[in-house]
């Protein structure tokens, strides 16, 4: 669904409120707000069940929105890192010996998709470098420096933990 009018629409409602400063993360995250809102309104109506998309890797380190791409009811791939998503699809296809999961959704570039241009590596390690660190960080209980020794990049690692540590409150909310 189209979510420009509504955007617009609260970008009006916000003009004196944001006067003199410049777009960044919350224009962004009004439209990830925009779009949970329209879902949670479609199941409202229908009796539908919204699945939130965040997979572990994005809520860990705190890349998706409250009450944005974090509403719904039922959060499917939260306990999956980003890159056994990806397997998970892959393997899925093999089985059914189709693209039940189209390729283009695995091969293109990871983007949350709310600026032009924007990419997940932007704002987050890539994922096959961020995945193991989060599983040793957060479901190994490993320390910075643990997961250091272990061989891991000394910067990617300061760069999750701090992520997953001041994102704490959306896995609590979520």
């Known amino acids: ?14 003009k004196v409120s944001f ?23 479609l199941s409202n109506k ?7 998309t965040g997979n572990k890797s994005e809520i860990a380190t705190g890349y998706n929105t409250l009450y944005g791409d974090m509403a719904g009811g039922f959060a499917v791939v939260k306990d999956v890192t ?11 296809n093999s089985i059914a010996k189709s693209e039940l999961i189209p390729s283009t959704i695995t091969e293109k570039t990871p983007s949350a998709e709310l600026r032009p241009e924007q990419k997940d590596i932007d704002t987050l390690p890539p994922y096959d470098l961020l995945d193991p660190v ?13 997961i250091i020794e272990m061989g891991a990049d000394e910067r990617v690692v300061k760069r999750a933990a701090g992520l997953v540590d001041s994102s704490e409150y959306k896995r609590r909310q979520a």
């Open 82 to 92: 980003k890159t056994m998503v990806y397997e998970l699809v892959r393997h899925r």
């Open 19 to 41: 006067e003199g400063t410049e777009p960044d993360v919350a224009e962004e995250n009004i439209q990830a707000r925009i779009r949970g809102n329209i879902l949670m309104a």
């Open 134 to 146: 989060l599983t040793a960080y957060v479901e190994e209980d490993k320390s910075v420096e643990q």
């Open 1 to 14: 669904m189209p979510i420009e009018k509504v955007f617009q629409a609260y970008l009006e409602v916000l």
């Open 46 to 52: 229908f009796g539908w069940l919204v699945l939130t």
